[in-house]
């Protein structure tokens, strides 16, 4: 399988700030991947660094192989949809698609039109005028009917409803396995997103925690619940990511994979182990309290 | 793929903006002109033409906010970008220049300024050249005032407000002490003689010197422009 997106020791600064720092991934093709993260992250700085509209710092960034500045082979195969995308004051819809079918080379007019009709976009409204869950559509639309090899969605869908959430997540995985291509999902919907993604990065204060993939990476935390005494025992020496305690009882969070003998165990001085979902586990490890040096190595 | 035929949509896409706008206020400002002449009997010299020479730097400077980022953002080369507007830029001066020499034409040869003596098109100067001299003179005046607004809006998109300032305030000193240099060494009358000798046609051909000055240097600014 080869290698899309290749980042190494990639840093931004502003001023004595590194809003991403020292950051290596690779992103392999057709994959989906969620690029999650809080508000501040580095998230949106990252996908700005891979489309050349963000210069870096220092590091190296290759994608599709080569360096992306001012490079037209590799910017003609990216599209990157993102939540403030800014058009024209005069555009209408019609003009946002009518472009974006001359700038994308894979565009699918067919498939536009019926997203077009699916979201209810009203084509010959001003950009301007359109609500926030339409715009938000507008860029969805593009971001699906461009077919780039390299799609990139930052927080696609600000304002839209459940069911147009729902639609987006349908329609994209339909296409996805119909035209296979490499599509990075930022955001923190992490539950409703969760089953698409193939593979997660975690980013945290500029720096990647978390560099997995999704399968390997659910079932990897698990809570603990039961008497706190009893509880802390079983825990002590593993790796706590949360700890909360109510009454007698508490409920800790552990991260690494807990063996065959350490369920018996648990099972036996009465501890109950529940699953914890990516996105309860991201939040536990971004939540300011963990603080950890290097990345973790799950 | 070539993607400057869809840089140039990007910016031709706005009908309103390039297309009915300049020469709906020009239109206004010919028809004023109208009404005066018919009205007082007068014959009149108009700069009304300007209107769309001024349509083209605030063109210009609002140009970058407006397709700029759009553009980069849907994967297009900075580059492109740049060689797209310019293409854009030429064909539209050279189209409004042909058309503002056929009613030029129609004012002075055919309609006697429109049967009331008006010179709105034809203007004295302009029209001491031949056809394509002033169809040469109008492009060179658009491309010239567009780029104008095209370089100082590329400052602040490369430096923000602060960089623009700066600009600004470098301007101003360099012009203060060069029109002190001139009022010191008695040289005015130099240029002044100079100035007097220029056809419309060289003066033209100065500007897209100027002209060129600023391609480069908005390109310039705009190569290491982020979003």
């Not at chain 2, 600004?168 to 002190?180: D, N, Q, R």
Request: hydrophobic share 45%.
């Amino acid at each position: 399988m080869s290698t899309v997106v290749e980042l190494q020791g990639l840093t931004k600064a502003y001023g004595k700030v590194n809003a991403v720092d020292n950051v290596s991934f690779k992103l392999e093709e057709n994959k989906i991947y969620g690029l999650l993260g809080r508000n501040g992250a580095g998230k949106t700085t990252i996908m700005h660094m891979i489309t050349a509209q963000l210069f870096a710092t220092s590091g190296e960034l290759k994608v599709f192989g080569e360096a992306p500045y001012e490079n037209a082979r590799v910017l003609n195969r990216i599209c990157f949809v993102k939540e403030s995308q800014k058009y024209p004051d005069n555009y209408r819809v019609i003009d946002v698609m009518s472009i974006a079918s001359s700038l994308f080379p894979n565009w699918d007019q067919d498939f536009a039109d019926s997203l077009v009709l699916e979201f209810q976009l009203p084509l010959k409204r001003r950009v301007k005028k359109l609500s926030r869950g339409m715009l938000s559509a507008v860029g969805i639309i593009v971001g699906l009917a461009s077919r780039a090899p390299l799609t990139i969605f930052d927080e696609p869908y600000l304002g839209l409803d459940a069911v147009a959430r729902s639609l987006f997540y349908n329609r994209l995985l339909e296409d996805y396995a119909l035209h296979p291509r490499t599509i990075v999902l930022s955001t923190h919907l992490i539950d409703e997103v969760s089953q698409m993604l193939e593979h997660v990065l975690v980013i945290d204060k500029g720096k990647i925690i978390i560099d997995e993939e999704a399968d390997a990476l659910r079932g990897r935390a698990s809570t603990i619940i039961g008497t706190a005494s009893k509880v802390d025992t079983f825990t002590a020496g593993k790796d706590v990511i949360n700890r909360e305690p109510f009454g007698g009882l508490a409920s800790v969070t552990l991260l690494g994979e807990l063996s065959a003998q350490e369920h018996r165990q648990a099972a036996e001085i009465g501890l109950e182990i529940a699953p914890v979902s990516l996105q309860q586990m991201i939040v536990h490890l971004t939540n300011g309290k963990w603080d950890r040096k290097a990345e973790i190595s799950l | 793929m070539n993607r400057l035929p869809g840089i140039m949509k990007i910016h031709l896409q706005d009908k309103w903006g390039w297309i009915i706008l300049p020469w709906v206020i020009l239109m206004i400002s010919f028809s004023v002109n109208l009404i005066i002449g018919s009205t007082s009997g007068v014959e009149i010299y108009t700069g009304g033409l300007a209107s769309i020479h001024i349509y083209m730097l605030v063109a210009g400077i609002a140009s970058v906010a407006q397709t700029f980022p759009f553009a980069i953002s849907y994967s297009v080369r900075r580059k492109d970008y740049f060689l797209g507007t310019l293409a854009t830029i030429a064909i539209i001066s050279v189209g409004s220049a042909i058309i503002l020499w056929a009613l030029g034409y129609i004012e002075s040869e055919l309609t006697g300024g429109w049967g009331m003596k008006l010179h709105f098109f034809n203007l004295p100067y302009v029209s001491d050249s031949n056809g394509i001299g002033q169809i040469w003179i109008q492009a060179a005046t658009m491309l010239h005032l567009f780029f104008l607004g095209f370089a100082i809006s590329s400052i602040h998109r490369r430096f923000g407000k602060t960089g623009l300032y700066t600009f600004f305030l470098a301007i101003f000193i360099i012009m203060t002490v060069s029109l002190f240099l001139l009022s010191f060494y008695d040289r005015w009358t130099v240029i002044g003689d100079w100035l007097g000798d220029v056809t419309a046609i060289e003066a033209a051909s100065g500007l897209s010197l100027l002209t060129m000055i600023y391609l480069l240097f908005s390109y310039s600014m705009l190569r290491r422009s982020t979003l």
